[in-house]
């Protein structure tokens, strides 16, 4: 090794380092500093279905709360609808371990096993791409990692995205090495926690026709989902109709609205944001969207067919992770699921032996996760205040400018089927 590669490597260290604290600053720190709102409602709700109540109904949910030693002045339901209160049955029952301890054991629980998972994700992601400590790709891949601002939200508002992202993670690194059974049990648990993020990921493995990690996490899925809602029709609590409430009015007049009515659509990454500033039309919208994210898988699937290395398996998670962001509700804190296409992009950015196409298009790649580096959204409508009114009131602002992380995530799409694409003509071209 060179004495530049060793200053490199050293100066790359000490990025990680900086990056390692900038991370626990903005994520348990602040967690505990601040108060981990969205910890706390899940905590409330799934703390309600443990003692037998309505976790779909605010009063339960606050009732719980405080009878599990929550602070009033704390009670997530004082400042929100009832709509928030989401979470499928299934969610209860991974969540019940944590729910079941006093809340001020649970905030530290929860934020200490949210930090050490994400430092997991980044550790088994790493392996997937088989990006070492001992490279150049490997220490940025980790500064870039603990530096990521989706993971420092999601441990600062006690988020489950990360949970979810974490058992995907490491449910695909054990089908990778056979163990087909206990792959499922992880991918199951990561969808019962959040559907939205770690579902298809179900998917991608039948797609990989892993069927006995495909079989055992959808049967799984059913099983913890079944018990969830047998502790709630024991009890005899009408949880359906609530939920069911909650989702049509979440999507339609709170936070999960993408339309101009709601001011904080700006925290979406979803397609259905970007499209909104275009049509008012709710069909329309919603049928785009399917056809969209579709076109864009069925574009990948074609060009992965029938091709299963490592780096294209690697390829696939990253592509599944953007279609799960942009085909249904998420906020930027989901976006922690572009670990897989951050570590796809350094492993092919490390690799000596890939060609020039292939690194044009992992720098694309890497552009298009870097955007997300940073809270942008939050950013500039913090400070559109101080701007010029025919800036942030023009069609370039709302429909480009603000939705620029739904602009990076269709990106990285298309840059990934063309990456992948691209790998399949060079291996049916004759040496």
Not at 207 to 217: E, F, I, M, P, Y
Request: hydrophobic share 55%; net charge positive; proline share 4%.
């Amino acid at each position: 090794m060179s004495s530049d590669q060793h200053v490199r490597l050293r100066v790359l260290a000490a990025l990680v380092a900086l990056a390692a604290a900038w991370f626990a600053y903005r994520g348990p720190v602040r967690a505990l500093r601040e108060g981990n709102y969205d910890a706390a409602l899940v905590y409330a709700s799934a703390r309600a279905w443990l003692t037998g109540h309505n976790p779909y109904v605010g009063a339960d949910a606050s009732s719980a709360w405080r009878a599990a030693g929550g602070p009033i002045e704390r009670d997530p339901m004082s400042t929100r609808a009832q709509a928030v209160l989401l979470y499928p049955p299934a969610t209860f029952v991974a969540l019940a371990p944590v729910a079941a301890l006093p809340w001020n054991t649970a905030e530290i629980a929860w934020t200490a096993m949210n930090a050490a998972l994400w430092v997991l994700t980044l550790a088994w992601s790493a392996r997937l791409a088989g990006l070492t400590w001992g490279s150049t790709a490997g220490r940025t891949y980790w500064a870039l990692g603990l530096a990521f601002a989706p993971a420092h939200t999601c441990v600062a508002h006690g988020q489950t995205a990360v949970l979810a992202v974490a058992c995907a993670a490491a449910g695909v690194l054990l089908a990778a090495r056979g163990r087909g059974a206990w792959a499922g049990v992880l991918l199951a648990l990561g969808a019962a926690v959040k559907p939205q993020v770690a579902a298809l990921y179900i998917v991608h493995q039948a797609g990989r026709r892993r069927w006995l990690v495909a079989g055992v996490a959808v049967a799984a899925v059913g099983v913890i989902f079944a018990l969830g809602a047998w502790r709630m029709s024991s009890a005899g609590v009408a949880w359906s109709p609530a939920w069911k409430g909650n989702l049509d009015a979440f999507t339609s007049l709170d936070d999960g609205n993408p339309t101009s009515t709601n001011p904080l659509r700006f925290q979406l990454i979803n397609l259905q944001y970007l499209l909104h500033t275009f049509t008012d039309d709710a069909g329309f919208v919603r049928w785009a969207t399917v056809g969209i994210v579709a076109g864009l898988c069925a574009a990948y699937f074609a060009a992965d067919l029938g091709r299963s290395t490592r780096r294209g398996d690697l390829s696939a998670l990253a592509m599944v992770g953007v279609a799960s962001l942009l085909v249904t509700y998420h906020r930027a804190y989901d976006a922690a699921i572009l670990v897989f296409a951050l570590a796809w992009a350094l492993a092919v950015l490390g690799d000596a032996e890939a060609g020039g196409n292939a690194r044009r298009w992992a720098w694309a790649a890497l552009a298009c996760v870097l955007v997300f580096m940073v809270p942008g959204a939050s950013a500039l409508n913090a400070v559109q205040g101080r701007l010029p009114a025919w800036l942030t009131g023009s069609w370039a602002w709302e429909s480009l400018v603000m939705p620029h992380a739904v602009w990076a995530l269709l990106g990285l799409g298309g840059v990934l089927i063309a990456s992948r694409a691209g790998e399949a003509r060079s291996a049916e071209t004759p040496a």
